[in-house]
């Protein structure tokens, strides 16, 4: 009952932008910490921002701070990631979750469940 559907990702110039969208059921996200993260082929998932359900700041990823933001959407429990400025380097598979008890730093993937089913952004010219 619980889970996480994302939208809104594809194919992108370089200097593009996009927003995904994670839709959540089952559950009210509110408190619950938010966070993105990504994969890119060959490479290991990567914190890219997250809302610390601990003390509610965002935190960023050095490559994306000033690019990317975070926000929210309450009345149709909904958290979005607005991606501006795309480089080749934001290619990768797209991941929201939800952190319920996590105590670590939220840019650290261990302390989420549920996670988003994930969404392809890819920037090629």
């Known amino acids: 009952q619980v889970q996480l559907v994302e939208s809104g990702g594809g194919l992108v110039q370089p200097g593009g932008s996009l927003r995904l969208s994670c839709v959540a059921s089952?559950?009210?996200?509110?408190?619950?910490?938010i966070g993105w993260f990504r994969q890119a082929p060959g490479e290991e998932r990567e914190g890219v921002l997250c809302v610390s359900r601990i003390d509610g700041s965002t935190y960023y990823s050095d490559s994306v701070k000033g690019r990317f933001t975070v926000s929210r959407d309450n009345a149709k429990n909904t958290v979005y990631l607005q991606m501006n400025d795309l480089n080749t380097e934001d290619t990768a598979v797209y991941y929201c979750?939800?952190?319920?008890?996590?105590?670590?730093?939220?840019?650290?993937?261990?302390?989420?469940?549920?996670w988003g089913q994930g969404t392809q952004v890819t920037v090629s010219s």
């Open positions: 089952g559950f009210t996200w509110n408190t619950d910490g």
């Open positions: 979750a939800a952190d319920f008890y996590g105590t670590s730093w939220c840019l650290a993937s261990s302390d989420y469940d549920p």
